[in-house]
DNA sequence: CTGAAAGCGCTTACAG
DNA sequence: CTGAAAGCGCTTACAG
C-alpha cells in the first residue's frame, strides 16, 4: 500500500492532467481537445471529452489566462446603472456575450472620467479578452490605456466618423432634432429643452434641438434650461415648475430624458397644468412608466437593446479575429407620438 | 553588442522580477513587500515600492489567482438591475469593496434558479474571494456548489436563525405588517394586497398583511391580488383598475413594491379615482419618484443601501479572517408617511 | 527577516 | 496529428 502522499500544494482540483491521463493522451492533446482545436484526431478528442465529462473537470480561468496571456471576461463600462437605458444595454450585451463564452464584468464610471481611468487601471491588467465603452468622451489617459492594452474595444450609444473606431449607435443629433420637429409640427412656437446630467450624447441632443428651432426661426437661448445635476424624476418636476413660472409663454418642452420628462408631468398634474393643452410634454429614450403617464408620454424609442446586442456581436468577431476592420454602425430609434404632445 | 534576445514567450510586461532585481532583493521578498506583509525589513520594503513605481509595476492578477488559489474578486448575485433596489444595493457594495482591494462581479439571476446555478458554475472556478447572494431561495444544487466551493459567502436581504449562516437585512414580515397596520390606524377596513413577481421577499410580506388583518378580524383573501408577472408600473396600473372593477369596497391597497404602487397611482389619476379619498394607496422600498406622485406615495423606506454596506463589511472580515464566525444583522426599515394614506 | 526551490494549471512554440 | 519541454508571473512551504 503506498502512503497517501499529496502534492505539497494541490488544491484538490482536477486538472488537465487528470483528464490526459485517463484519456490515455498527453495534456497538450487534452488541451486542444477541450478547446475545439481542429487539428485532434476526432477519436482522441471524444475520449478526452469523456474523460473530461467522467471527472467533472472544470478548466481553470487563472491559469488559462496565465498561459494564453488573455481571459474570458469584457469589461464593459457604463455611465450608470440607475438609468433604465444601461441596464437595458447590459442585458443585451450579456444575452449576446455569455452563451459565447466570454462573461461581462460591469464597471459604473458615474460619469467621472476619474473613475473611468481607475476602473480601467484596474481591470486592464486582467487582460480582458474585450472592452466595451459608452460614447467617445475620456481622459486622454484612458483612451491610452484603451489603445496601450491592445484590447479590442466597441464604443456604444455614440456612431463617429474616425476611422479604425469601431462603434455602434445613433445619431443623438438627428433624434433630438427629430423630436422637436415634430413639437412645431404640431404648432409649437415656444419650445423649450430641459436637460440634466449634460454628458455629451444630452449636448448632441440640444444640438439637434437648436439646430432645428434656428432654421425654423424659433430659437430662443431663454428656452434652454440645462442642469448638470443627476437626472432624476424629483429633478424634472423642479425643472418643469421653474420654467412654468418664469417663462409662462412656454408651450411645449423638450425633456433631455423620460425620467426629468415623467417628473415634469407629474409637476403638471399636480399644478393643474394643462398637458398638451397649454403645454406639450416630449421625453427621451422610452423608459419604464412612459406610456402610462397622465397624459402618456411623447417620445423617442432608442434602440439601446439593439445597440448592446451589435456591439457586443461586432466585439465578437475583432476578439476572434473573424472582423477584420472595425466598423461604424448607425441603427435606427423610433418617434412615439402618445397623448402628451 | 548583445543580440536583443527576447525569452520565448514574453508578455512584454514589466514582472516582480524586473522590481526585485531593480531593489537588490529576491523576488519573494519583493512580492512580501509589495503586498505589505509585516515581516519585511521597512527599509527593504521601501525600497521595492519604489523601484515598483519607478517601472510602473502592475501585479499581474492570474498569476496571483494561479499561485495563492485566490482571485480579488467578489460575486454578487441580484435578481434584477431593473428594479432600483438592487442597484443602490451594487453601489453600497462597490462603494465598499473595491477601495479595499476587492473587485464586485455582478451576476443577474433573473429569479431564475437555473440561472444562479450557472453563475455560480460559471465564475465559482475563477476563485473569487467572496460570495454575496440575495436571499435564501435557490436550488439544492447552488447551494452545495456554494458550500463545497469554500468560499465565504454573506446573504442579502433577508434574514435567518439558522446557525452558521452570515446574512444581512430586515424582516420583511414585520415590515410588511407595519404598513398594514398604518393603514389600519388610517380607519380602512378593507385592505387589498396587490403584488407581483411572488419571490420570497415578497411572500414575506404579504405574511405580514395577513396576519395584521387576521389579528383585527378583517383578513379575506379576496382582496389578494398576487401576479407571478415581472414587477412593471404597467402591471400596477393593471392591477388598480382590475381591482377597482371586481371590488369596489376596497378602501386601501397595499402595493408590494413601490413600482406597482406608482403604476396605481397613475391608473387612479386617469380613472380619477380619488386617493385618498376613496382609496388609499401604499407602496414599498420608497423608490425614485415615489416621493413625486400625486399625490406622494406613503411608503416603506428599505435600508438596501445599509445592507449592502454592512453585507460587504462582513464579508470583508470573512474574507481576512478577522471576523471568526458569521453573523446575522437585522437592520432597521422606516415607515413613510405621504399623502397617499 | 530573507531566499532558493518548487509549484499553481494551463498554453505556446518547437519538433517530429 | 501528437508530444516533451518550457514558460506565463506569481506565492507557498521550507529552510536558515
Chains 1, 2 share one sequence.
Not at 34 to 55: M, N, Q
Not at 128 to 134: D, F, I, M, R
Not at 178 to 191: A, D, F, M, S, V
Amino acid at each position: 500500500m503506498t502512503a497517501n502522499r499529496r502534492p505539497r500544494r494541490s488544491s484538490g482540483r482536477i486538472t488537465l492532467n487528470d483528464v490526459a491521463g485517463a484519456a490515455g493522451v498527453s495534456p497538450i492533446t487534452a488541451s486542444r481537445a477541450l478547446r475545439g482545436e481542429r487539428t485532434v484526431d476526432p477519436a482522441l478528442a471524444e475520449r478526452v471529452r469523456e474523460a473530461a465529462d467522467r471527472l467533472g473537470y472544470v478548466p481553470d480561468p487563472a491559469a488559462r489566462a496565465l498561459a494564453s496571456q488573455r481571459s474570458t471576461q469584457v469589461l464593459v463600462l457604463v455611465p450608470l446603472l440607475s438609468n433604465a437605458l444601461f441596464v437595458d444595454l447590459l442585458e443585451a450585451v450579456h444575452r449576446t456575450l455569455f452563451p459565447e463564452g466570454f462573461q461581462p464584468l460591469i464597471g459604473v464610471t458615474h460619469y467621472d472620467s476619474a473613475e473611468e481611468e481607475l476602473l480601467l487601471r484596474t481591470y486592464l491588467p486582467h487582460r480582458p479578452a474585450g472592452l466595451l465603452v459608452t460614447g467617445f468622451d475620456r481622459s486622454e489617459a484612458a483612451r491610452q490605456l484603451i489603445v496601450h492594452s491592445g484590447v479590442p474595444c466597441v464604443h456604444l450609444m455614440e456612431t463617429s466618423a474616425a476611422p479604425g473606431v469601431a462603434c455602434v449607435g445613433f445619431s443623438q443629433q438627428d433624434a433630438g432634432a427629430t423630436i422637436t420637429r415634430h413639437l412645431l409640427e404640431r404648432g409649437r412656437k415656444r419650445i423649450a429643452f430641459c436637460a440634466a446630467q449634460l454628458d455629451p450624447r444630452v449636448l448632441q441632443r440640444a444640438e439637434g434641438y437648436r439646430r432645428t428651432l434656428r432654421e425654423a426661426g424659433l430659437y430662443d437661448p431663454r428656452l434652454e434650461l440645462l442642469s448638470p445635476e443627476r437626472s432624476s424624476i424629483a429633478l424634472g418636476a423642479r425643472l418643469f415648475e421653474d420654467l412654468v413660472q418664469r417663462m409662462p409663454d412656454v408651450d411645449a418642452i423638450f425633456f433631455c430624458n423620460d425620467d426629468i420628462a415623467q417628473g415634469g408631468l407629474l409637476a403638471a398634474n399636480r399644478m393643474r397644468v394643462d398637458v398638451p393643452g397649454r403645454i406639450a410634454v416630449a421625453g427621451f429614450n422610452d423608459l419604464a412608466g412612459s406610456a402610462q403617464m397622465v397624459p402618456p408620454l411623447t417620445t423617442i424609442r432608442t434602440p439601446r437593446s439593439e445597440v448592446g446586442r451589435a456591439g457586443a456581436d461586432m466585439l465578437l468577431g475583432l476578439m476572434r479575429g473573424t472582423l477584420a476592420q472595425p466598423q461604424c454602425v448607425q441603427l435606427d430609434y423610433e418617434l412615439i407620438v402618445r397623448e402628451s404632445t
